[in-house]
C-alpha cells in the first residue's frame, strides 16, 4: 500500500465524484440545451454598448503588493505550523525565536504600512 | 500501486513541465506549472514528507503561482508573446550552451544511476509515522537551523521592501514629504 | 495516526468503506447545497418581510433543483475573446476544492469515555470522516488556495472588463484574508499539538470548556470567521459581485449551467467553511450523549451545530450592508492579521508560562507586554501613513 494511497485515496475517489458530476451536468446540459449563437450574442458585456479595445487590461500595481505580503505571510504561518505542533519541546527559547521571527516580519508590514502602499484611495 | 502512483505524478510533472516551456499564453504556462507542482507534491507524499507535500501546494501552488498571475494581470499580457523580438543579446546561444549541458549531465547521471542511487526510500522519510515526520523537520528547524531560519525572515522583509519601492505610487512632491520626515 | 482503515491490509472491505464514506460525503455536501439555498431565501425572505419561494414542492423545498434543471436547458455563451481552454476549466477549478475541503471535516463518532470516535464496519475500523490525511489542518489552506484559481481564471479568461476587474479584486481579497485564516489558526495548532482534524475534535470532547473556543479565549474564532466570511465572498465581503459597480464580478460571462456551477460553490463553500468552523472551534461532534444509540448524538449536534452557523452567515447577509474595497484591506490587513499575531504570541506565552510553573501573572503580563509593543510599533505606522495622506491631500489641493 503506498504511502500516498494510505492517506489521500479516500480524498482521490471524492475528487473524482466531484469531477464526474461537474462533467455530468456539463455533458447533460451540452446534449439538452439550444445552440443558436449570432455574432452579438458572443461580444462581451459593457454596460450595453460595444466592447472597446482588449478585454485583458492591466490591473494595478498595488494588488501585486498585496499578493507578495501575502507570500510573505504565506511563508510564516508554513514555518509557525511545526512549532505550534510542538511548543512543549522548545519553551523558551522557541518562544523567544519565533517573537524574533514574527516582529521582523511585523517590521516589513509596518514598512509597508508606513510607506502608504496598504492604503486604497 | 507504488508504480501507479509515481507513474501518474512523473506524468503530470513533465506534462506539466513541458506546457510551462511550450505554451505561448503566459497564463496557460503558469497553469501547467501548478500541474507539475502538484505531481511533485503527491511524490512527496510518496515518500512519506507529508509536510513537505503540503508546503509545496500551500506555498508554491498558492501563493507563488498566485503572484505571477497577478504579474501577468500587472502587464495585461492578451496575446502570445513575439518570439523575434530578443531583449537581451545573446540569449540563444547562451541557452543552447546551458541546454546541451544539462542533456550531457542527464545523460552521464542516468547510465550512472544505478551506483548514484539504489532505489530505497530516503532515509530521513517518515520513521515514525507522519506526525513525529513534521516533530523531526520542526526540531531541526528550530534548534540547528535557527539562524538560517531567522534569515529567511530578513529575506522575506528584503522582498515586501523593494516591491513597496519599486511600486509606489510617485510622491506629488518629493521635497515636500521629505520634508515633513525630517520635521518630526 | 491517521485513519486506521489501512492498517491491516487491503482488501474488498476496505474498497467498500472507500466508497461508502466518499458517497456519503458527497450526498451530505450536495443535499447540503440544495437546502441551503432554499434556507438561505427564506430566511431572507423572512426577515425582509417576504414569502421567499414557496411554489416548487412543500415550502419550495425543491425550488433549487428547478433552478439547476432551468440552467441546464439554457443556451450556452462563450465569448469570442475568451481563452476557450481556461474558460472552460475554471468551473471544475471552484468547485472542486469546496467539495475537497469537506473531506477533512469529521461529522460523527463518539470521543467521550475512553472512545476514540472510531466504528466498525465490515469488519474494519474507521472514523466517520471522508479522510484524516497526517496534514489536516494545511489541507484547507491548499484547497482555499486553490479556490482562488478557480475565481481568478474565470474572470481573466473571458476576455472581458468586468470579470478581470471582479476577479483581481476577488482574488487579492482572497489572497489578504487567507492569510489571517492561517495564522489564527495556529492558536488551534497550539493548543492541540496535531494537524490532524480527529485529533482537534478528539481533544475538545466532553466539557463546553475544552472547546477550542474557550481554550483559545474567544478571539481566534472571531478572526477565523470574519477570514472565513471574506474568503467565501460572502455578503458583508461580496465586493467581488458588487452589482453596482462589477455587474456580476468574475462571473459575468458566465451563463447556463456553468454559470451554475459557480453558483453551486459559493453555497458549497459556505457549508464547508461552517463545517470546518465548527470542527476547529466548537468541538465538531462533541456533545452529552441523551439516550438511545451512542452513534446517533454525535451527528445529530455537529448538524445543530453547522445549522446554527449558517443561520448566523445568512443572517449577517441580511443585516449589515457591503465593505468598501478600501475598508476591506484595512479590516484584513491592519486588524485582523496584527490582531492574530499578537493572540498568537500570547496564547503560546501563556501556554509556556504554565510548562515551566511560572507565577500565573507573569505568562499574561509578558503577553500583554509583547501586545502592548506591537499595538504602539502599528499605531506610529498608522500615524504616519496618516500625516501623509494629510499632507499629500494639501499638496493636492
Known amino acids: 500500500m503506498s504511502e500516498f494511497l494510505r492517506a489521500y485515496l479516500t480524498v482521490a475517489v471524492f475528487a473524482a465524484f466531484a469531477g464526474l458530476l461537474i462533467a455530468g451536468v456539463l455533458g447533460l446540459s451540452r446534449l439538452i440545451r439550444p445552440n443558436r449563437p449570432t455574432p452579438q450574442k458572443l461580444l462581451t458585456y459593457e454596460s450595453g454598448v460595444d466592447p472597446v479595445g482588449s478585454g485583458f487590461s492591466q490591473s494595478q500595481v498595488r494588488y501585486y503588493i498585496f499578493a507578495l505580503l501575502f507570500v510573505m505571510f504565506d511563508v510564516e504561518a508554513v514555518f509557525i505550523f511545526p512549532w505550534a505542533m510542538r511548543l512543549e519541546l522548545y519553551q523558551v527559547f522557541g518562544l523567544v525565536e519565533m517573537a524574533v521571527f514574527i516582529v521582523i516580519l511585523v517590521f516589513g508590514l509596518v514598512y509597508a504600512w508606513r510607506k502608504g502602499v496598504l492604503r486604497w484611495v | 500501486m507504488d508504480y501507479v502512483v509515481f507513474g501518474i505524478a512523473a506524468v503530470a510533472c513533465l506534462v506539466g513541465a513541458l506546457g510551462v516551456i511550450l505554451a505561448s499564453n503566459p497564463v496557460h504556462s503558469a497553469l501547467s506549472l501548478v500541474g507539475t507542482l502538484f505531481g511533485i507534491a503527491i511524490l512527496f507524499v510518496e515518500e512519506g514528507a507529508h509536510f513537505l507535500a503540503a508546503v509545496q501546494v500551500v506555498v508554491y501552488a498558492g501563493a507563488i503561482v498566485v503572484l505571477f498571475l497577478f504579474v501577468i494581470m500587472l502587464l495585461g499580457v492578451d496575446k502570445a508573446e513575439a518570439l523575434e523580438a530578443e531583449p537581451l543579446g545573446g540569449q540563444r546561444p547562451a541557452a543552447a550552451v546551458v541546454a546541451a549541458g544539462s542533456l550531457v549531465l542527464v545523460i552521464l547521471l542516468g547510465i550512472r544511476a544505478a551506483e548514484v542511487s539504489n532505489g530505497a526510500k530516503a532515509v530521513g522519510g517518515a520513521l515514525n509515522g507522519p506526525g513525529a515526520n513534521v516533530a523531526k523537520l520542526g526540531r531541526a528547524l528550530f534548534t540547528d537551523y535557527v539562524f538560517a531560519f531567522e534569515i529567511t525572515s530578513v529575506l522575506l522583509v528584503i522582498a515586501v521592501v523593494g516591491a513597496v519601492v519599486l511600486a509606489r505610487r510617485p510622491d506629488r512632491d518629493e521635497i515636500e514629504i521629505t520634508e515633513t520626515e525630517a520635521a518630526e | 495516526m491517521g485513519d486506521p482503515l489501512f492498517n491491516n491490509g487491503f482488501d474488498l472491505g476496505v474498497v467498500l468503506i472507500v466508497l461508502v464514506k466518499s458517497l456519503i460525503g458527497f450526498t451530505f455536501v450536495m443535499v447540503g447545497v440544495i437546502f441551503m439555498i432554499w434556507f438561505e431565501r427564506k430566511v431572507i425572505a423572512d426577515m425582509q418581510n417576504r414569502i421567499g419561494p414557496n411554489r416548487a414542492g412543500p415550502f419550495g423545498l425543491l425550488q433549487t433543483l428547478a433552478d439547476g434543471i432551468k440552467l441546464i436547458f439554457k443556451e450556452d455563451l462563450r465569448p469570442d475573446r475568451a481563452d476557450p481552454l481556461v474558460f472552460r476549466l475554471a468551473p471544475y477549478?471552484?468547485?472542486?476544492?469546496?467539495?475537497?475541503?469537506?473531506?477533512?471535516?469529521?461529522?460523527?463518532?463518539?470521543?467521550?469515555?475512553?472512545?476514540?470516535?472510531?466504528?466498525?464496519?465490515?469488519?474494519?475500523?474507521?472514523?466517520?470522516?471522508?479522510?484524516?490525511?497526517?496534514?489536516?489542518?494545511?489541507?484547507?489552506?491548499?484547497?482555499?488556495?486553490?479556490?482562488?484559481?478557480?475565481?481568478?481564471?474565470?474572470?481573466?479568461?473571458?476576455?472581458?472588463?468586468?470579470?478581470?476587474?471582479?476577479?483581481?479584486?476577488?482574488?487579492?481579497?482572497?489572497?489578504?484574508?487567507?492569510?489571517?485564516?492561517?495564522?489564527?489558526?495556529?492558536?488551534?495548532?497550539?493548543?492541540?499539538?496535531?494537524?490532524?482534524?480527529?485529533?482537534?475534535?478528539?481533544?475538545?470532547?466532553?466539557?463546553?470548556?475544552?472547546?477550542?473556543?474557550?481554550?483559545?479565549?474567544?478571539?481566534?474564532?472571531?478572526?477565523?470567521?470574519?477570514?472565513?466570511?471574506?474568503?467565501?465572498?460572502?455578503?458583508?465581503?461580496?465586493?467581488?459581485?458588487?452589482?453596482?459597480?462589477?455587474?456580476?464580478?468574475?462571473?459575468?460571462?458566465?451563463?447556463?449551467?456553468?454559470?451554475?456551477?459557480?453558483?453551486?460553490?459559493?453555497?458549497?463553500?459556505?457549508?464547508?467553511?461552517?463545517?470546518?468552523?465548527?470542527?476547529?472551534?466548537?468541538?465538531?461532534?462533541?456533545?452529552?450523549?441523551?439516550?438511545?444509540?451512542?452513534?446517533?448524538?454525535?451527528?445529530?449536534?455537529?448538524?445543530?451545530?453547522?445549522?446554527?452557523?449558517?443561520?448566523?452567515?445568512?443572517?449577517?447577509?441580511?443585516?449589515?450592508?457591503?465593505?468598501?474595497?478600501?475598508?476591506?484591506?484595512?479590516?484584513?490587513?491592519?486588524?485582523?492579521?496584527?490582531?492574530?499575531?499578537?493572540?498568537?504570541?500570547?496564547?503560546?506565552?501563556?501556554?509556556?508560562?504554565?510548562?515551566?510553573?511560572?507565577?500565573?501573572?507573569?505568562?499574561?503580563?509578558?503577553?500583554?507586554?509583547?501586545?502592548?509593543?506591537?499595538?504602539?510599533?502599528?499605531?506610529?505606522?498608522?500615524?504616519?501613513?496618516?500625516?501623509?495622506?494629510?499632507?499629500?491631500?494639501?499638496?493636492?489641493?
Open chain 3, 93 to 397: 477549478l471552484s468547485v472542486a476544492p469546496a467539495f475537497l475541503t469537506f473531506c477533512i471535516v469529521p461529522i460523527g463518532g463518539v470521543f467521550t469515555s475512553g472512545q476514540d470516535g472510531s466504528v466498525h464496519l465490515f469488519g474494519h475500523t474507521t472514523y466517520l470522516q471522508v479522510a484524516d490525511p497526517p496534514i489536516g489542518v494545511l489541507f484547507l489552506l491548499a484547497m482555499s488556495s486553490i479556490g482562488v484559481y478557480g475565481v481568478m481564471l474565470a474572470g481573466w479568461s473571458s476576455g472581458s472588463k468586468y470579470p478581470l476587474l471582479g476577479a483581481v479584486r476577488a482574488s487579492a481579497q482572497m489572497v489578504s484574508y487567507e492569510a489571517a485564516l492561517g495564522l489564527s489558526v495556529v492558536t488551534v495548532i497550539l493548543m492541540t499539538g496535531s494537524l490532524s482534524t480527529h485529533d482537534i475534535v478528539a481533544t475538545q470532547a466532553g466539557r463546553f470548556l475544552d472547546w477550542n473556543l474557550v481554550t483559545t479565549a474567544v478571539v481566534p474564532f472571531v478572526i477565523f470567521s470574519i477570514a472565513a466570511c471574506a474568503e467565501l465572498n460572502r455578503p458583508p465581503f461580496d465586493l467581488v459581485e458588487a452589482e453596482q459597480e462589477l455587474v456580476g464580478g468574475f462571473h459575468t460571462e458566465y451563463s447556463s449551467i456553468r454559470f451554475g456551477m459557480f453558483y453551486l460553490a459559493e453555497f458549497m463553500n459556505t457549508i464547508t467553511m461552517s463545517a470546518i468552523i465548527v470542527t476547529l472551534f466548537l468541538g465538531g461532534p462533541s456533545g452529552p450523549v441523551l439516550f438511545g444509540p451512542q452513534q446517533i448524538w454525535p451527528l445529530v449536534w455537529f448538524t445543530l451545530k453547522l445549522l446554527g452557523f449558517l443561520f448566523g452567515f445568512v443572517w449577517l447577509r441580511a443585516t449589515l450592508p457591503r465593505f468598501r474595497y478600501d475598508q476591506l484591506m484595512d479590516l484584513g490587513w491592519k486588524g485582523l492579521i496584527p490582531a492574530s499575531l499578537v493572540w498568537l504570541i500570547l496564547v503560546a506565552v501563556i501556554r509556556v508560562g504554565n510548562d515551566q510553573d511560572w507565577p500565573r501573572v507573569v505568562g499574561p503580563l509578558v503577553g500583554l507586554g509583547v501586545a502592548g509593543a506591537v499595538f504602539l510599533l502599528l499605531l506610529g505606522a498608522l500615524r504616519t501613513s496618516a500625516t501623509r495622506r494629510h499632507d499629500e491631500a494639501e499638496v493636492g489641493s
